[in-house]
């Protein structure tokens, strides 16, 4: 659906990207995650057009578009702010694009009523000023006017950033029905690694004007190629050398204690020793109750360790309790 071949993008002598290489399929949700400044934004504006490449090509469903301007691509595009008309209403910004387009008024008034259905704001609120409404009902204003004119791929760039988090999830969830629902390709742009996990059906990931991995959620989580990414998606651990050392000499491994060694915390283990792991004693230093699991700080051969204990409501550590810990060496990430 979408390729960026070889894509480098300047900004004088600053290169703000370098040998992007992306393929969006299509019907997919598809994510750029990393933190600020990384180049995300700025691949995403190459997309929509709004930057044009220095080198490479904007391909979509086999055409080039690289130089074709943003009103003739085809593509719907919510911003992080969401760039509204505030003194308009709800209706009149929906219906702007095709306004624009010279589209006639009965034809107007049908999709920007069927779309407002869709994303499910009433009639009532249709009528309203734009900054009369919350922040979730102006995001689903900005979804709508980007779908009215019936876009073959949708881009938004981080929607859900000026929301609180309570209703970050809310609608991070409605937002991933939503895609599904209309079954339209979709890019996002994201610097926050759960609403990446749990959005995507692809994730690549940037750093510095580069792409560090591409994969699915649990490639970029669980199979981390780089350490910046390894680092970057989740809470991690990295092991020191006593522990690496110890590892070796409970197991079969010949693990080398100068590489960087990384274990998730759900796959430490407290108390609940399986074959193929090594033991090692540990004591509590600190806890952190989430209701669905507990957060341990445990010290670990002179390490504090953190991991994640499911609260099935048979085990809770308090602060100084001795425990065993284990450590399968296949749920290691090296580098």
């Known amino acids: 659906m979408i390729r960026l071949n070889d894509i480098e993008v300047r900004f004088g002598d600053f290169t703000a ?7 969006v399929e299509e019907g997919q949700f598809y994510t750029f995650l990393g933190p600020s400044g990384c180049g995300k934004t700025t691949t995403l504006r190459t997309i929509t057009g709004f930057i044009e490449p220095s080198k490479g090509t904007v391909m979509v469903k086999g055409k080039d578009i690289t130089h ?14 969401y760039a509204l008309f505030p003194t308009m209403s709800v209706y009149e910004n929906i219906a702007f694009g095709l306004r624009v387009k010279k589209v006639n008024k009965t034809d107007i008034d049908r999709r920007v009523k069927e779309m407002a259905g869709k994303v499910e704001l009433t009639e009532q609120q249709l009528m309203r ?5 919350s922040g979730g009902q102006q995001q ?9 004119n019936n876009p073959e791929i949708i881009c938004l760039d ?7 988090a309570k209703l970050r999830v809310q609608l ?3 937002l991933k029905e939503m895609q599904a629902k209309f079954g339209i390709t979709t890019v996002y742009v994201t610097h926050d690694q759960e609403e990446a996990l749990t959005l995507s059906d692809c994730i690549a990931v940037f750093n510095k004007g580069f792409i560090e991995q591409i994969g ?3 490639e970029i989580y669980s199979h981390s190629k780089t350490e910046f990414v390894c680092n970057f998606i989740g809470d991690i651990n990295r092991l020191e050398k006593p522990i690496v050392i110890s590892l070796n000499a409970q197991t079969d491994r010949n693990l080398d204690p100068e590489k960087h060694t990384y274990i998730r915390l759900e796959d430490i283990h407290v108390n609940n020793t399986s074959a193929g792991q090594a033991k090692f004693r540990g004591k509590v230093v600190g806890n952190e109750y989430f209701g669905l699991y507990i957060k341990y700080q445990l010290e ?8 994640i204990d499911k609260n099935d409501g048979r085990q809770y550590l308090k602060k100084d309790d001795l425990v065993e810990v284990s450590i399968n060496p296949d749920d290691l990430m090296i580098y």
Request: aromatic letters at 2%.
């Open 17 to 23: 990207l370098k040998d992007i290489n992306i393929h």
């Open 216 to 218: 699915t959620p649990n």
């Open 68 to 81: 074709v301007p943003v009103e003739r691509r085809n593509i719907g595009m919510v911003f992080q702010n």
């Open 129 to 133: 000023k734009v900054a009369e409404l």
């Open 158 to 164: 981080e929607p859900l950033s000026n929301l609180d």
């Open 172 to 174: 991070r969830e409605e």
């Open 300 to 307: 670990v051969e002179g390490q504090i360790l953190k991991c």
């Open 140 to 148: 689903r204003v900005a979804i709508a006017r980007a779908l009215v």
